[in-house]
C-alpha cells in the first residue's frame, strides 16, 4: 500500500515569505507527526495530531509556525514570515493510533531552503 | 523528560566487519526504545523496537540491540556490514510525560569501507 507521501519534496522560498507544507498520511492511520530535521541532528518533534485535533503542539517554536488537519486526514504546516534559520527537511510521520508502542511510519520529507 | 544519547555521529567500518552504533537512555527504564535508520533520500524506516521485559531485541536487515539496564544503554550491532548498510541510525524513546512524543538522539552515520 502507498506510504506516507510529502509534497513538495523541496522548496525554496524567500525570507518573509508564507510556506505550507503537505503530508498524505497512510489511509487509516489516527495519529500524525510533524517533525523537523536541521543539518546534522535528529528529528525534532513539532505537533502531534489525533484525528483532526492538535494533541500535543509544544514543540512548535513559535507562532509562525501552525498545522491543521480539518478532516483528520491530510494534514498541512504553515510557516508565516520565514526565516534563514526554518530551512531544514520537514517530516511528516503516521501511526494507527497516537501510543508509544505503535511504529511512526515516516514520509521522505520536504526540505524547505529559506534564501 | 526521557532523552538519549548516540556516542559517535560518523562510524567507518570495513565491509563483512561487526557493526556496533552505541545508544544510552538518560533516566529511569523506558517503556520502549526505537532505532531508525535513514538511508539517503528516502523516510525513516524503523529497525527494532524494545518493549519491557526484553533483553536482546532482532530488527530488520541483521539488525539487533541488547538492552542493558545497569549500563542504560540499548546498542546496535550487526555481525558483518555489507555495502547497504550505509546510511544514518537514529536511536529514540518516547516522551515518558506522554507517549506520542518521540525523542531522537542526533544520530549515527554509519560508513562502510569496501
Known amino acids: 500500500g502507498a506510504g506516507v507521501s510529502q509534497t513538495p519534496s523541496n522548496k525554496v522560498t524567500e525570507k518573509g515569505k508564507y510556506v505550507e507544507l503537505r503530508c498524505d498520511p497512510i489511509?487509516?492511520?489516527?495519529?500524525l507527526y510533524w517533525y523537523r530535521q536541521s543539518l546534522g541532528q535528529g528529528p525534532e518533534f513539532l505537533i502531534y495530531?489525533?484525528?483532526?485535533?492538535?494533541?500535543?503542539d509544544s514543540g512548535l517554536p513559535n507562532d509562525r509556525f501552525f498545522a491543521v488537519r480539518p478532516e483528520g486526514s491530510v494534514s498541512t504546516l504553515k510557516i508565516q514570515r520565514t526565516e534563514r534559520g526554518d530551512s531544514a527537511v520537514y517530516l511528516c510521520?503516521?501511526?494507527?493510533?497516537?501510543?508509544?508502542?505503535?511504529?511512526?511510519?515516516f514520509g521522505p520529507g520536504t526540505r524547505l531552503t529559506v534564501l | 523528560a526521557q532523552s538519549v544519547t548516540q556516542l559517535g555521529s560518523h562510524v567507518s567500518v570495513s565491509e563483512g566487519a561487526l557493526v556496533l552504533l552505541r545508544c544510552n537512555y538518560s533516566?529511569?527504564?523506558?517503556?520502549?526504545l526505537f532505532w531508525y535508520v535513514q538511508y539517503p533520500n528516502q523516510g525513516l524506516q524503523l529497525l527494532l523496537k524494545?518493549?519491557?521485559?526484553?533483553?536482546l531485541v532482532k530488527g530488520i536487515n541483521g539488525f539487533e540491540a541488547e538492552f542493558k539496564k545497569s549500563e542504560t544503554s540499548f546498542h546496535l550491532t550487526k555481525p558483518s556490514a555489507h555495502m547497504s548498510d550505509a546510511a544514518e541510525y537514529f536511536c529514540?524513546?518516547?516522551?515518558?510525560?506522554?507517549?506520542?512524543?518521540?525523542?531522537f538522539g542526533i544520530g549515527t552515520k554509519l560508513q562502510v569501507i569496501p
Open positions: 533516566s529511569s527504564v523506558p517503556p520502549y
Open positions: 529514540a524513546v518516547p516522551n515518558s510525560g506522554g507517549y506520542q512524543k518521540v525523542t
Open positions: 510521520a503516521s501511526s494507527l493510533r497516537g501510543q508509544g508502542s505503535n511504529e511512526q511510519f
Open positions: 524494545y518493549t519491557t521485559g526484553a533483553t
Open positions: 489511509s487509516g492511520h489516527t495519529a
Open positions: 495530531f489525533q484525528g483532526t485535533g492538535a494533541a500535543d
